[in-house]
């Protein structure tokens, strides 16, 4: 674009550095596609925000997922086999589902995409990810079952998956020093996960020092804060007022809400445009955000071991600042004396220039 | 880039002259699904196809033992798209086996859920999936002479949709620069608010429970939701249109077209959207709350209605072992030998079945699947028949219309047809729309179906906001009703997931969960040849489908197999393998490789 025909004569558009880049979007762990699904929800950004260019300074993005692609089958896994040799460079890896353990049976496949053209068996998807994990610029765990193993690991489970930290290995990092970025949420929380990917991208493009992660490798910014730390009935905890019942506009610790110790923004954010969500519109926090989800939150609809004490001990504190707080209320509630319509003023203001004759 | 190795190289008909085609992984669906044809270019038509899909998760495994009331969060994990049908059905099987009824303003909070959930998944899986394999880009590519017809063909509903011609609602199909694509995406994100709103959470629910749902019942709460639907209601009125033009002009621009995809007609629908005036969630009385239900259940065959009866239809289940990865149950432990009226459960049924996973190499003569093969036993016939959802909409209205029971003032069944009514909006007057029982159950009226069901979905929701409402006024805003899970008891949830029926049976022993098997719609469309070499419903489907694709060998893109796998709308996370036809291959080819550019 030449200086003439940019308005103004001035350039609101600064290349980036790296001029295009690849998004290699597994979904074939053991999954659902959820979290493929909960990203065209989100808006901040949308997934065509970022494919269309709508956002300043980032490089040209060309998303490979299966939801989404135009391209079937051969034509569109030659963008596999293309990161594979090398050919298509830069790219970001995104793993969808968890991991599954192939180690464990004589034969046969848990998990898998496409087909060794030498043996006519399926390449499975443990195979892809030693393929291209190494030649990724970044790799991405996009939900909880990717992240850490989530409810296809719970326990009893046949195929002894995990998250792909526990596969890769916690400390492994990218060729360009990036560790494993976890965004976990089952599904993943559409507007985090697009989030973290911008973030990701303002760093290729040179736009950003490196992501913020904790020590479970999760965006600091997003899973620094607990369920409770965001909730709005997080009041009703304080005052020690618990409902039994579903249904209620009140605290729900007492009927199985984990929120007080567990990361995630969700009841601050709201699931898609700042509704729904969990504890915030009445349902109980199962934790599924979390390393040791679902087993160590099940059954999900008893009460936390921990909460027992913890809302016992509340409860006296609650109770004595909720009935103070009840007679403010009801003073706070009332008008001032001075607003009514008699024929005196008791403002306590003195007028000299005017008064009834 | 070659194709996989021939499935069945051993056996020829040494006449034809098949090449091999695969395309593996199918896009634009939910899950893993690979075709692999063979097709006869001269005659233009699918000689051969094996379908397979290629994840095991194990889900009635790990649930055994685990506590009943987690049924519906964990099961909701089963699908990403229509997840909360699962936790849904999930719910009405702990309702029956813990004996409880929740009160109605839950269940019209549940039903305004499922149909937002029906608005949303039928609209992005319409409009930005299936949508694509009719747009200009792919339109261009694979029938020239269709792209050219197409711009010299008027729309005959220009005036409400606004697109002249049909080439201009091609360009608006193209994958996010398509205008129409990408207000129907942004439409999908309203009504997943709108599902938000109800369910707490897309596409995994966080306040349903059994008993009732955790949703505070307020004005606002309605409010939001019904500013909402209407906007929806305005959007149909031009879409219901839009698309009777695109799909009326294929049959009109390829003569012949309504036999891609066609099979015979075996829909199974296990209804949708209880009545809470009827539903009391006992088994003895399903038969009479099935009927009651606002999109009402049914077996049609060949056209005909064969019952309506839940019991009925639960009861005929059978799950056959065809070709998958599974040890049999013969063996193992009945769980259920008879129901709670006293008929007989059968061992195939699901409340039976165990399973045994048997990883092992992928061996297209022997086992190649981790999918069974669910039949509906028809005893006038002692038929295993393989029924199929059609992608759910057209089983849902086919059924719904012929039953002649539903009559809610926003959609009506006549007997033949099911009417909708939508009110006026904000730029719209009323409309009322006429889904009439087509002559086929092809590609295209599957497709269409799904839209018209889109309409009727919203019809529901203004019946089931209205009722709603009416409990928020009368004070009924106690949405849960409490329960004590029994030491042992049965149940079973009747649902219709997006794309079709979908069932869960659960028997608890002990206070916990003995036996959990789920069945999807995706098992019934996708399935194996069965133990009595039935064919799934994809086989009959696919096979025999003619190509109207203008590319040769070369170039193929295999558009026409594309459309008929789609129109089933495929939802694979639960696992799909298909073999089908006898195995005739002579001459294999590599799969060309496409120049079109990535996007």
Redesign the interface.
Known sequence: MTESNVPYGRKTQRPSPVKEIHILWITAGLGCDGDSVSITAATQPSVEDVLLGAIPGLPKVHLHNPVLAYENGDEFMKFWYQADEGRLDPFVLVIEGSIPNEKIKAEGYWAALGTDKKTGQPITTCEWIDRLAPKALAVVACGTCATYGGIHAMEGNPTGCMGLADYLGWGWKSKAGLPIVNVPGCPVQPDNFMETLLYLLYQVAGLAPMIPLDDELRPKWLFGATVHDGCDRAGYYEQGDFTTEYGSPKCLVKIGCWGPVVNCNVPKRGWMAGIGGCPNVGGICIGCTMPGFPDKFMPFMDEPPGASVSTKAISIYGRTIRSLRSITNKTVNKEPKWRHPKPQLTTGYHPTSYTPS | ?????APDKSTSTGSKKLVEM???????????L??YTKIDFEKKEVAECHS?S?????YS??M????P??AH??TS?????C?DNHATCATYAQNMAFGIKPPAI?EWIVNLGEAAEYMFDHN?FQD??VG?DFCE??VKETNPSVWAKAQKTAAPHADIHKYRTIADIMTALN???GEFY?EA?SM??MT??M???ME????????L?P???????TVQLFT?YLVRLMKYVEFMKKVVPLHDDLFDFFYQALPGYEKVGQRRILLGCWGSFNNPDVCDYTYKNMGNWGKAMFVTPGVVVDGKLVTTDLIDIGLNIRILLGSS?YDDWEQEEMFVKQDPLGNPVDRRHPWNQTTI??????NFKDKYTWVMSPRWYDKRTQEHLALDTGGGPIARLWATALAGLVDIGYVKSTGQSVKIYLPKTMSLPEVEFEWKIPKWSNCIERDRARTYFQAYAAGCALHFIEKAMAELHAGN????T?FKVPDEAIGCGFHEAVRGVLSHHVVIRNGKIANYHPYPPTPWNANPRDSYGTPGPYEDAVQNTPIFEENGPDKF??IDI?RAVRSFDPCL?CGVHMYLGGGKVLETRH?P??G?A??
């Open positions: 880039m070659t194709t996989a190795i695969s395309w593996d992984p199918i896009t634009r669906i939910v899950g893993s690979g075709i397979t290629s994840i095991f998760r194990g495994i790990f055994k033992g685990k506590d009331r987690d969060f964990i994990r089963i699908c990403g798209i997840g839950a992005i930005n999936l694509v880009q792919m994958p996010f620069t990408r995406l999908s994100r997943r608010e599902f938000c709103l707490g959470r897309h596409v995994h629910p966080s306040t429970y008993g009732g749902v955790g949703t505070v019942p939001d990865y996973p048997r990883p092992q190499k992928r805003t106690k949405t849960w409490d893109k295999g594309m996370p799969q490789m496409f079109a990535a996007h």
